[in-house]
């Protein structure tokens, strides 16, 4: 592949050649940690026979993440989805709620599973988080509450979301499930607002297999969640709220807990593999990597590129065609915006015509594979075959059926 000159364009998969991986590369092969603590942990497990119920593992987490994140409370849960709805329910909202297209589906399903609209909000395209100059416009009598999504691992516009928020006596909340370890303006991100949630999917920076977890400093919400992920009891027989299953497994704690010990190393590998990427697709027009601000120690758990088709030569979908071909499997995050999905397709058929930033973004993001299992050699072949594919495009097209 480095031979790009020699090289024939049929010898992309694509056009018949052998794919460049003989394994499908991912976009988030999850991290383990040290396996050696998780067996140990696991063996820990077995021999108490204590697999759930606010076990001491999932206590140990909920310390843990309170210590790293310098917030008062946790509530350790099965994942973030069930962490949002609850977290929702806890805090008592209703009727609307402001929320971006521009994430993943599970925000937007926790809110309608509850009961409550959402209503979408365009987004800032440079930060790709609610643009707050677009928010005010939307607010109505029913609106309770504001869900912000630090997408990326990047911070939404804290301070001017929170200042709408207190402006219009709104509850604001944010979907943290990228954001273990990032800041804003210094402070660790998980104090923000009345609560923020964050997701321990295998797919995500810190992983416990499934789970999620509500972080706040409100105590009174922070009791809430703890009932409320309990099926409402309070101590034996005795059940004093509305409540659902929400716990997180010792299983789930045990692998989250082992996560944690290597978190820095989590953010060095990805940070290598971000510069490796920055420094291999430099140059290519009309692909530009999504930068992150140091000051806001990101986790570099995303690789996300914007594509400009028309200098390119390439759509963004091409060339998803070109990589998936060789096993890659770069994905499209987060295309086409939940409005286009649904339920909500159907419910909102306008929303879009609202949503210009969020469409236009869909249509050109593109998430390259990284984690601890992607090795530097392994980027460079996957950059390697973006630049051959860029600089062949027209033979491409050309040779692509129906073109
Ligand atoms: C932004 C965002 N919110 C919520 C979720 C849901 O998290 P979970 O899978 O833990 O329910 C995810 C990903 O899974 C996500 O990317």
Redesign the pocket.
Known sequence: MDDSKARAVTSLAILGGTPAFPEKIHVGRPNVGNRERLIERINKIVDTRYLSNSGPFEREIEQRICEMLDVRYCAAMC???VALEIAVRALNLSGEILVPSF??V??VHALQWQQITPVFCDIDPRTHNLDPRKIERLITPRTSGILG?HLWGRPCPIDELQAVADANGLALLF?A??AFGCKYGGRKIGGFGRAEVL?F?ATKFINAG?G?AVVTNDADLAARLQLMKNFGFSGYDNVISIGINGKMNELSAAMGLTNLESVEEFARSNRENFETYQDHLDGIRGLSLLRYDERNSPNYQYVVVEIDARELGLTRDQLVSVLHAENILARRYFYPGVHRMEPYRSCYPEAGLHLPETEALAGRILVLPTGAAVSSTDIQKICAIIRFAVEHSRKILEALPGS
């Open positions: 994942n973030a989805t994430t993943f599970a925000t999504v979907d499930a990228h997701s999917h499934e999620g």
